[in-house]
């Protein structure tokens, strides 16, 4: 088969070079040429060689592309087919070069959105499957890296979903997951709120189990350093003592080797066939409990503060069910109805909260009048709670 067509066109100051049919011995010279030809009229920006065309590559023409890279450091091949790419790693060019795959097209339009959080939306694609959507048009890192917290979470005895596919919807890209008839507890509470209890208590059954998860030191992030991260960005934000303060508290939280998840809430948890199942894994880390309550009480109760439409529209429940889910959540975490110490362990988890919700507003949305609320909240209240707090620790 002889080689059909090599064309390019200029997109996004990128020159894109389209390649398809067969790229032999015999005509490897000829397309080094026209490539050649096409980068001498776009002599300026990266390159991008995209294969979606291209039935076969031989050894001729990953010599031809290797040259080319030599000279434009930053090319990526996109859209290889399972065959090509195959032909890529086989032969190593996988650790010289970015080539990504073709990836199947998705629509999630009409698809109920069952969740979401900070990197992306889980739509319903039907009863069997559903698909987690990056915001980030650029996600396939951070797929990947979801991918192996999952992995490492379940072989750790964490019942999880593990996605199989990796897909593109739209202008970026979807991991699917296998979840036969699965409900969210959002759902699950909506539909039977007499059963409110019980469903707190295998949403702390699992939650404990998270938490008594040794983690091998390295194989997750270390939640508290990227807490100190979010402190570090209140400097100049936060009066300065305030801010000391942060910074202060969160060095002094006890280091811990256990799992959290990061974005706990009864969207994120499952229940399949009578099992409880976890998704979402993408802030899978390790440390100490403050920092995954911190999370849950924005979820919970945090963002209804100013408007309780933030909760509802978050958790898809009411403001009242959900803070009540939250109050009972911790009585049964932590095995007492005493109202002083559960309110000292909610004080905690407050102050991590605010300080986080305080920067992602700052970063996100300062200038709308439900950033200011929101902004103007956060201060308020980490001004009255630090004072009063000596330790994150519970």
Known sequence: MSMDTVTGAMKDDKLVISLSGSI???NAGDVERQISALRAANPQGGIIIDTAGLEYISSAGLRV??????DNEDLRIVNASPDVYGIFEMTGFMEMLTVEKAYRRL???GCEAIGQGAN????RLDPDTIVKVYRNPDSLPDIKRERELAHKAFVLGIPTAIP???VKVGDSYGSVFELLNA???TKLINAQPGKLDDYIKEFVTLLKKIHATQVNPGDMPDIKAVALGWAAFLKG???DDQQAKLVSLITAVPDRHTMIHGDYHIKNVMMQDGEVLLIDMDTLSMGHPVFEFASMYLGFVGFGECDPKGVEDFLGIPYDT????WRRTLQLYFGTDDDARLDAIQDKARVVGYMRLLRRTLRRDPDSDKGKALIAMCRKNLAQLLPQISTLDF
């Open 107 to 109: 629509s999630v339009d």
């Open 183 to 185: 409900k969210s507890f």
């Open 120 to 123: 992306g939306v889980v739509y």
């Open 164 to 166: 199989y596919d990796v």
């Open 237 to 239: 934000r936060l009066p």
């Open 322 to 325: 959900a803070k009540t889910f």
């Open 24 to 26: 032999n011995s015999a």
């Open 65 to 70: 592309i290797l040259r080319l890279s030599k």
